[in-house]
């Protein structure tokens, strides 16, 4: 079973600039909650039981969010107040945080929850990615392909042409529930080897830490979690899956409005 998800949650958030200087990305209001609510409630409910939040040092905002507040509870309580302590209420999962110090790279963060993940498989949901779920949460579409193939998944969506230049593009073959991913190109300018996109969700073996461990600095001086990827691949197979959900960059303005729309009408 997949028990344990690490949230890379220490980027600076320079797509949302200037409002990223005091309010973290993942803190953006959707609704009543925050954005890094809904990928924890995600989490939860796709049977994750314990969580690790990759955090920088200017976003305890995140870390006092997910803390229980005893003077507010007693607050609204002293004041007959309950049916709002119902509000307070936060998925049930075990949360743990650790801090990047330096912003390396998406694949630095994840590689920080070596010890936190062991010798198991483990889930990465990325902040900025909110998935709306069709039938089930995006991560548990993974997790039932990792129960059958034992191996790492990726999540995938089908993206216009003139996009994939912002994305990681896979080449693969498809079979009846997944793809049997074969490549994996970061942001190709031409000739991309397909229109389905890598999108924030993953499940990966432990196997992916050596990749990491061994994977050279790549684009920015970073350490690239695609480039792990397709040092994986020399390894084990690696699969895709095409999720269900409606999936909405909230790093994208039009995107956030959308789903700002969305969830002020229906908390999913």
């Known amino acids: 079973m997949v ?17 990223t200087k005091a309010i973290p990305k993942e803190m953006f209001p959707l609704g009543f909650k925050p954005a890094i609510h809904y990928i924890v409630e995600e989490a939860a409910n796709s049977g994750i039981e314990q969580l690790l939040i990759i955090t920088s040092k200017s976003k305890d905002m995140i870390i006092d969010y997910f803390d229980f507040s005893l003077e507010l509870d007693t607050f609204l309580k002293s004041q007959n107040k309950e049916h709002l302590v119902k509000k307070l209420a936060l998925p049930k999962v075990e949360i743990f945080y650790i801090r990047q ?51 790492s998944v990726i999540a995938l969506k089908q993206v216009d ?53 061994t994977v050279e600095i790549g684009v920015g001086g970073e350490i690239q979690l695609t480039d792990a990827i397709k040092g994986l691949l020399a390894s084990e197979s690696v699969f ?29």
Request: hydrophobic share 35%; charged share 25%; glycine share 10%.
């Open 3 to 19: 028990r344990k998800a690490i949230i890379p949650a220490a980027g600076y958030g320079t797509r949302s600039l200037p409002i």
């Open 240 to 268: 895709g899956k095409v999720i269900s959900g409606s999936r909405y960059d909230i790093g994208k303005l039009e995107e956030y409005v959308q789903l700002m729309n969305i969830l002020s009408k229906d908390d999913y």
């Open 101 to 151: 110090p330096y912003a390396s790279g998406l694949g630095d963060a994840i590689r920080l929850g070596k010890e936190f993940v062991g010798n198991e498989p483990f889930g990465v949901l990325l902040p900025d990615d909110i998935i709306i779920p069709k039938h089930q949460p995006a991560l548990k579409e993974l997790i039932d392909v990792h129960m059958d193939t034992e191996g």
């Open 161 to 213: 042409q003139d996009c994939l230049k912002d994305y990681g593009v896979i080449q693969g073959n498809d079979s009846p529930n997944f793809i049997n991913i074969q490549d994996i190109v970061e942001k190709p300018l031409n000739n991309p080897p397909s229109n389905l996109a890598v999108v924030g969700r993953y499940i990966f073996t432990p196997a992916i830490f050596q990749s990491l461990d």
